[in-house]
């Protein structure tokens, strides 16, 4: 009874047993001992790195245990372990290459020497997995790529390697490793706006092995919106700039990003968003330069690139100074006329100063001129007077003042 409990103890710790251990071999051969009894009946059961051995055991009392040689198909045989324990009858060969042929023998060996060895057997290990059955990609996703595949039928398997590459080199990467033979979802993050990707799938086994890689699939990255064409800004519009441009193709806008700068060169600093197709920039100055570019953004927060060149924008600039054309004084009446250099003037302003002396000062205003003639009898004797003429365009933009007029009266 004791003696079917020691065969078959070995035969369940070679079925379920994570690893066995292989020492180095022995570096002086033992003799050949004709005497002993030879190993017979060697039985081989193989997997993809595992080759298992099962023998009928010696019970001589001369023999001590067994020792295992291994060799690649025509090569000469190595010991590679030895069982001590003539009792024993398996043994597990761990490591070994997948789809290879290797050859066996045992002999008994005793004190310095051993039997001769057993007829040759020849295991072949099992080759490697096929590929994962089925891949698949789905692009035009923002910045990322989501591979999808069906879990490896072999029970073996325990994770899979994820590679990709791209055109331009076509050398495999590993970006993933996933743990789990029923994972099937892998999602590349962080990639490149419109690009191209290939990706492969290499399912793994608890023992290390790699199955062969599956079909290539290809995937391409959303692009971003197209430049926002049409751009132009306003030079015509007093303390303020308005900007429109044509609206982008994409279906998925959701805003527009406005940048300026007070330099063409930049720095473009954000300053809107806006759904609609035109931004008005209040400024509140006369006859400022502005620079312009405009961006689109879609649901997926992609955005567009900017435009090469900006749109140039100024607010409205104060209307010219009247020029005086004639001015005349009789020593009664001040008379004088002018033109609108731009011809922007609707009306005008004439300011006058009175100084009767270095104490007394008045100031006059007459608006909403509409001539270009202004003359004034309302003077007193020994008094200076100063007159100065401002023009109104019709957005009450008021320019600079005229050339003075000075006259003196009672000299």
Same mark, same amino acid.
């Given at each position: 009874m004791m003696r079917s409990i020691r065969i078959l103890l070995p035969a369940v710790l070679m079925l379920?047993? $994570?690893?066995? *251990? %292989?020492?180095?071999?022995?570096?002086?051969?033992?003799k050949a001992d004709p005497t002993l009894p030879t190993v017979s009946k060697v039985k081989t059961l193989s997997d993809m790195t595992e080759v298992a051995l099962e023998w009928t055991p010696i019970y001589d009392e001369r023999a001590k245990g067994y020792h295992i040689y291994r060799a690649l198909e025509g090569k000469t045989p190595k010991r590679i372990h030895t069982v001590k324990d003539r009792y024993s009858s398996h043994y597990l060969d @761990? &490591? *070994? =290459?997948?789809?290879? &042929?290797?050859?066996? %023998?045992?002999?008994?060996? @005793? !004190? $310095? #020497?051993? #039997?001769?060895?057993?007829?040759?057997?020849?295991? &072949?290990? *099992?080759?490697?997995? !096929?590929?994962?059955?089925?891949?698949?990609a789905i692009d035009h996703l923002p910045r990322e790529v989501k591979i999808i595949w069906r879990p490896h039928p072999y029970l073996k398997v325990d994770g899979y390697l994820i590679e990709r590459s791209r055109p331009e080199d076509r050398e495999w990467k590993e970006i993933a490793t996933l743990k789990g033979r029923l994972n099937a979802e892998y999602i590349d993050r962080g990639l490149e706006d419109n690009k191209t990707y290939y990706y492969r799938i290499i399912a793994t086994t608890c023992d290390g092995v790699r199955s062969l890689p599956s079909k290539v699939v290809e995937a391409n990255t959303k692009p971003r919106p197209a430049i926002v064409q049409g751009l132009e800004a306003t030079k015509n519009l007093p303390k303020k700039i308005v900007? =429109?441009?044509?609206?982008? =193709?994409?279906? !998925?806008?959701?805003?527009? &990003?406005?940048? @300026?700068?007070?330099?063409?060169? $930049?720095?473009? *600093?954000?300053?809107? =968003?806006?759904? @609609?197709?035109?931004?008005v920039d209040p400024i509140n100055k006369d006859g400022v330069k502005r620079y312009y570019k405009v961006t689109a953004v879609d649901k997926d927060e992609l955005e567009s690139f900017k435009q090469d060149v900006p749109a140039v924008g100024t607010t409205l600039g104060l209307p010219l100074p009247p020029k005086i054309v004639e001015k005349s004084f009789d020593g009664k009446v001040v008379r004088f006329r002018w033109t609108s250099p731009d011809n922007r003037a609707v009306s005008y302003i004439v300011k006058k100063k009175e100084i009767l002396s270095f104490f007394t000062r008045n100031e006059y205003t007459f608006k909403d001129i509409r001539s270009t003639t202004f003359s004034d009898d309302a003077l007193k004797p020994d008094a200076k007077y100063i007159y100065t003429v401002y023009a109104v365009d019709r957005n009450g933009l008021v320019s600079e003042p005229s050339e003075e007029i000075v006259v003196k009266t009672g000299e």
């Open positions: 379920f047993s $994570g690893c066995a *251990l %292989q020492p180095t071999p022995a570096t002086k051969p033992p @761990r &490591k *070994l =290459k997948p789809n290879t &042929k290797y050859v066996y %023998q045992i002999t008994v060996f @005793r !004190d $310095g #020497s051993e #039997s001769y060895p057993s007829a040759p057997v020849v295991a &072949k290990t *099992l080759p490697v997995p !096929d590929p994962v059955p089925f891949v698949s900007v =429109k441009w044509l609206p982008n =193709k994409e279906p !998925d806008i959701v805003y527009y &990003k406005v940048y @300026r700068s007070i330099f063409e060169i $930049g720095p473009y *600093l954000s300053i809107a =968003k806006t759904k @609609r197709t035109e931004y």
